[in-house]
């Protein structure tokens, strides 16, 4: 199903985002809506997009989750930095 990719994306803003409930709807034309509940009621966050659109739509909403570096890491890509 080719909305896995969106349901998954709007998963992960939910772990996110603690204390707000989003939700996705599929419109007629295939076009996803991303809406968060507040209140018993459903606010649309954003306009229909397409999937690749929603995705990075829904991967930028919601705070921002940190990758985590490690020594090995931070040592490996100093590395691949040219020397001048």
Do not use: C
Not at 48 to 70: I, K, M
């Amino acid at each position: 199903m080719r909305s896995t990719r969106a349901t998954a994306a709007v998963a992960r803003l939910n772990q996110r985002s603690a204390g707000r409930h989003y939700v996705m709807v599929i419109t007629s034309s295939s076009l996803f809506v991303l809406r968060e509940r507040v209140d018993g009621a459903e606010k649309d966050v954003s306009e229909p997009l397409a999937l690749d659109e929603f995705v990075r739509f829904v991967n930028g909403q919601g705070p921002q989750v940190v990758p985590r570096v490690t020594k090995n890491d931070a040592a490996f890509a100093r590395q691949l930095v040219k020397k001048a």
